[in-house]
């Protein structure tokens, strides 16, 4: 059994997809010049970004974590340097806007949730390009901590 299940890296790759499908619903709805449906693809949102954290977390990050320095996948500490920022303008954004904001300025909400969606959509490109040498390195360096032990 792979030290990393592709059952896991499957539900990664289906949260990221269904995170920038919600990124694209959400500016679908904001083109009607409604505000209704916003608030349940915003819940929709938080919940689908929170989850793939939580995933990423447990299934790529932790191991990779536990590496030595030098051990980790070259650009790691970038990308989730850029992930760390991305939560914090997201928590910003959505502590701007609110229904009330989004009436008052409809197009500067627009603005600034289609500058949002593009940083989002291509962390995420980055990032699925990045998972299975990721993969790799995790499954090598446990393959390695295996062979201490029985050797070692």
């Not at 819940?43 to 990050?61: F, K, T």
């Not at 051990?71 to 790691?76: A, D, E, I, K, N």
């Not at 340097?81 to 008052?104: C, F, M, P």
């Not at 289609?114 to 446990?142: M, Y």
Request: with cysteine; proline share 5%; charged share 25%.
């Amino acid at each position: 059994m792979p030290v990393v299940p592709d059952a896991s890296i499957a539900a990664i790759r289906d949260q990221q997809q269904a995170i920038m499908e919600c990124c694209n619903r959400l500016l679908a709805v904001i083109a009607t010049g409604s505000n209704a449906g916003i608030t349940e693809c915003r819940a929709r949102l938080s919940s689908l970004l929170h989850a793939n954290l939580a995933e990423e977390d447990r299934v790529l990050n932790a191991p990779i974590r536990r590496l030595p320095l030098i051990s980790r996948p070259v650009g790691y500490s970038e990308i989730t340097q850029e992930a760390a920022d991305l939560r914090g303008r997201y928590s910003a954004h959505v502590g701007k806007w609110n229904n009330a904001s989004i009436t008052r300025d409809p197009a500067g909400y627009e603005r600034d949730v289609r500058v949002l969606v593009i940083d989002v959509k291509q962390h995420l490109q980055k990032k699925q390009r990045l998972i299975p040498g990721w993969v790799r390195i995790i499954e090598s360096a446990e393959i390695i901590k295996l062979g201490d032990k029985q050797f070692g």
